[in-house]
């Protein structure tokens, strides 16, 4: 394999499953029920590719009051449950992994999401050979994205250095966390402008997986 890089490395949500959609419907109806007249394109503009649990702050002060005790797990069941019925995989995304393996790259999943999450969403979709003893998350490092920790963890795992990774992610706060590990970062237009993607430190966009392979083999 000649490739200037040595490993690839992708965000799950957005990128590997079309979860964004199903997990804002989800956040959109709770914050509606809690007092907050939310809509979705505000919540997805709000939230996607950002921890939950640390926005939870934010929330309260939008909402003028505290949440209730159970708001996390309550979000996370209802998350879960919607992401089991529904969860379908990105386009295409199955035959780029088959040419990464085809290729011998090494490759790896490094989200801002809570294990769990991925080990369902992965996992009803059949993705999760593909990955597995490759994913990082959230649950392992003590800043989820717009921190670099996930993506600087799985360089480290996987015992590559970050200038000769390539992360792909759809998120502001993704590229933000994979410029910061010091990664060429590739932007995944599905739930993102492209113009914010390059903005925030992307080296270039595309809006088609059948793209992907060309731009880093």
Not at 37 to 47: G, Q
Not at 79 to 86: F, G, V
Not at 90 to 115: H, N, R, T, W, Y
Not at 186 to 195: E, P, Q
Request: with cysteine.
């Amino acid at each position: 394999m000649n490739s200037r890089f040595d490993m690839v490395a992708f965000d799950c949500d957005g990128v590997l499953v079309d979860s964004e959609p199903i997990t804002n419907l989800v956040l959109k109806d709770y914050l509606n029920e809690l007092g907050w007249r939310i809509s979705l394109n505000e919540t997805c503009d709000t939230f996607i590719g950002r921890s939950i649990k640390e926005q939870m702050p934010y929330m309260e002060e939008k909402l003028g009051k505290a949440l209730p005790e159970t708001f996390l797990p309550e979000f996370q069941r209802r998350r879960d449950e919607a992401l089991r019925q529904q969860i379908r995989v990105i386009p295409e995304i199955e035959q780029v992994l088959k040419k990464l393996q085809s290729s011998a790259m090494p490759f790896c999943v490094a989200s801002g999401a809570d294990s769990g999450k991925m080990q369902i969403t992965l996992g009803h979709t059949g993705l999760l050979p593909y990955f597995e003893g490759r994913m990082f998350s959230g649950s392992d490092v003590a800043r989820t994205k717009p921190a670099p920790d996930v993506y600087l963890l799985a360089a480290k795992s996987m015992a590559k250095l970050p200038g000769r990774c390539v992360v792909i992610e759809d998120t502001v706060a993704g590229v933000t966390a994979g410029v910061a590990a010091g990664m060429h970062v590739l932007g995944f237009t599905r739930s993102s402008k492209a113009d914010a993607l390059l903005a925030a430190g992307a080296k270039q966009v595309f809006d088609d997986m059948r793209d992907l392979p060309e731009l880093i083999l």
